[in-house]
């Protein structure tokens, strides 16, 4: 049974995944308001609770690595490690924006997954399918709208993640029918989709040290060099 937690922005999310069964037992998502040491242990209990489950039973974690806000990231990854070494179970760090691009891997168009970062500020990546595969296209970003909208090529993309209407509306002006923005309904991070790409490691014995596993932050409005791997961050 693996628990995914995420609560690297506002939006927050937690999956319970069985991988025996190829099934998400529940999943909770919801917007904070910076309370996210109050509110996780609290609605992870209660979904644990609604499949009649204990913490002695999950057998891995996944926690969302960031970028992302600081207190967010914090509360999550000490949640993860803490269990991990607590429960004497694997945990694997995931980056928050492969989280967010996820859903959207299906269709052909390169990927342009956007996160909140504060101050009229985003943290974003940029996804490309290459001889089959999907993979990140150079570095994390820490831009604004108006100046990705400078750095997009007028090519077709998928814009998809935290985008506001008053974002949606820049890109849409900037790129034209060249840019696909994905509806609300279908922005928010799921955790359900956090804990395939962690069972997905987990499954090849690959996981990370819990004392040693640290968040990805971006500081400055430069390209910032994050390798692919978070292993490798």
């Excluded at 996944?62 to 269990?83: D, I, M, N, Q």
């Amino acid at each position: 049974m693996l628990l995914a937690i995420d609560t690297a922005t506002r939006m927050a999310s937690i999956a319970l995944y069985d991988p025996a069964a190829g099934r998400i037992l529940g999943e909770e998502i919801w917007y904070s308001n910076d309370n996210h040491s109050v509110e996780l242990m609290p609605r992870v209990a209660r979904l644990m609770g609604t499949q009649g489950l204990v913490p002695a039973r999950l057998t891995g974690l996944a926690v969302s690595l960031g970028p992302g806000s600081f207190t967010g990231l914090r509360t999550g990854l000490s949640t993860a490690k803490g269990l991990a070494l607590a429960l004497k179970v694997p945990v694997v760090g995931i980056p928050t924006l492969e989280v967010t691009a996820r859903p959207h891997m299906t269709q052909r168009l390169p990927i342009w997954a956007i996160l909140q970062a504060g101050r009229g500020r985003i943290c974003v990546a940029h996804f490309a399918r290459q001889r089959g595969h999907w993979r990140r296209q150079g570095p994390y970003l820490l831009t604004t709208v108006e100046a990705l909208g400078d750095q997009v090529e007028h090519e077709a993309a998928l814009f998809c993640g935290e985008i506001d209407a008053r974002e949606a509306s820049l890109i849409q002006q900037r790129l034209g029918e060249d840019a696909v923005i994905v509806t609300p309904a279908a922005s928010p991070r799921r955790a359900a989709y956090l804990a395939e790409i962690g069972w997905e490691r987990l499954a090849c014995g690959d996981h990370d040290e819990p004392v040693t596993l640290s968040p990805i932050y971006l500081h400055q409005e430069t390209p910032y060099p994050v390798a692919a791997n978070p292993a490798d961050a």
